[in-house]
């Protein structure tokens, strides 16, 4: 038997499969996008939306118009794994091991302050967007049985953080990475990995968090 001979079918069974797994990856990847965005809309109740596909199939930018006394706007930024590049997947499960989804809530009233509840482990370095890092008080909390560290600038910043956190009450809290406010954007801030209750559950509790903290 002709060595070569093998290689031809191989090469065709390789392709099948990487076709297969794109067309099952996009799938999946499509399904997440629709429930992100099905689960927002369901709380949010927005007068306006608008949606910026970001890769094809890796997710999306979002912009929702709401009534609301204090949130102006809310921007939702998803990011998926590349479940549909089968050569590239393992490669991302290293670089990005989870679906992120990020939320800012843009407020009308000014957010004084600043402060930081950010999962313990999750940055190598200081993220981008926290100045003078010096100047916060820093402390380990535990929340629902994960450890974060909380900075912040005020006692009082300090404890409505925490209770935002804690109202959110997700049944696994190592889905969320970052929650934050900060005078300079005046923004507030969820980090989280995308699952339809936790998302559900950051955005009903946020406008409450933002009128304790805003003036």
Not at 4 to 12: A, D, E, K, T
Not at 160 to 179: C, F, G, P, R, T
Not at 189 to 214: C, M, N, Q, S, W
Request: proline letters at 5%; glycine letters at 6%.
């Amino acid at each position: 038997m002709d060595s070569s001979s093998w290689i031809l079918p191989v090469i065709i069974g390789a392709a099948l499969v990487i076709t297969a797994s794109y067309f099952f990856g996009r799938r999946e990847n499509a399904t997440l996008m629709r429930m992100c965005a099905a689960a927002t809309e369901k709380v949010l109740k927005p007068i306006d939306q608008s949606y910026t596909w970001v890769g094809g199939y890796i997710g999306y930018k979002a912009e929702y118009k709401v009534k609301d006394d204090i949130i102006k706007v809310v921007k939702a930024t998803l990011h998926l794994k590349p479940r549909m590049s089968l050569l590239y997947y393992p490669v991302a499960r290293f670089t990005m091991r989870h679906d992120k989804l990020y939320i800012v809530f843009e407020c009308k009233r000014s957010v004084p302050g600043e402060g930081h509840l950010i999962k313990k482990g999750q940055y190598r370095l200081i993220p981008p967007g926290i100045e003078h890092v010096e100047q916060f008080r820093k402390r380990d909390v535990t929340v629902g049985g994960v450890e974060f560290e909380l900075l912040s600038l005020d006692p009082r910043g300090e404890k409505e953080l925490l209770h935002w956190a804690e109202q959110i009450q997700a049944e696994d809290y190592s889905m969320v990475k970052h929650l934050s406010f900060t005078s300079s954007t005046n923004v507030i801030y969820a980090y989280i990995d995308p699952g339809e209750e936790l998302i559900a559950a950051v955005l009903r509790t946020a406008p409450a968090f933002a009128k304790t903290v805003a003036k």
